[in-house]
């Protein structure tokens, strides 16, 4: 599966080469980045939060795992997380890390509208040769309202990772400058 995301880019991975200790650059990541989960109901109330950091998850030593907090009147969809280890490598400290937009709560809705796309065409093909009524008509409809359906969402969660992906980017390299 994820191989699949990878190809149908909604998992990036990026690399950081950055001249910066490895400790002295978790200190300054903690800064940036509030204690808090990653999960899938986790930014329920982040829009009632007062901090001033933008990510929030979890930082280590061994790697760190976090996502975009939401804000409100925010009308990015921050579905995307980063998990993340550091090595270093002389003077230069290399962050690996792979971005993942793919939500596990649209497994759900993937499956049902497959189900429920199946069984309203297969309805509307037997509904034509019994009766004859020209329900074929309707068709090409419900393939474009299916078309929408399944792709605004994996618009929205490639956009997602190409947008934290750039984010990362900029983030790390505007951290090791102060």
């Keep these: 599966m994820k191989e699949f995301l990878k190809k149908i880019k909604l998992i990036e991975h990026l ?7 490895k400790t002295e650059f978790v200190a300054k990541f903690r800064q940036h ?25 979890q930082v280590g030593y061994e790697g760190f795992k976090i996502k975009r907090r939401r804000r409100f009147f925010d009308m990015n ?19 690996e890390t792979e971005i993942n937009g793919f939500s596990g709560m649209m497994i759900p809705f993937y499956l049902f509208a497959i189900v429920f796309y199946s069984i309203f ?7 034509d040769n019994i009766e004859g009524n020209g329900a074929g008509f309707a068709l090409p409809f419900i393939l474009i309202h ?9 618009f929205i969660m490639r956009k997602s990772t190409k947008r934290m ?9 505007y951290m090791t400058k102060k």
């Design 33 to 57: 980045v509030d204690e808090g989960s990653t999960g899938m109901f986790s930014d329920t109330f982040d829009v009632f939060s007062s901090s001033k950091n933008e990510y929030k998850g």
């Design 121 to 127: 065409i297969g309805t509307f093909f037997m509904t």
């Design 165 to 173: 992906k750039h984010e990362l980017e900029r983030e790390f390299y």
């Design 77 to 95: 969809m921050n579905l995307a997380v980063a998990r993340g280890t550091y090595r270093q490598s002389n003077e230069k400290l290399i962050i």
């Design 15 to 21: 690399i950081t080469d950055v001249e910066i200790q």
């Design 146 to 154: 299916a078309a929408f359906m399944f792709g605004i969402p994996y």
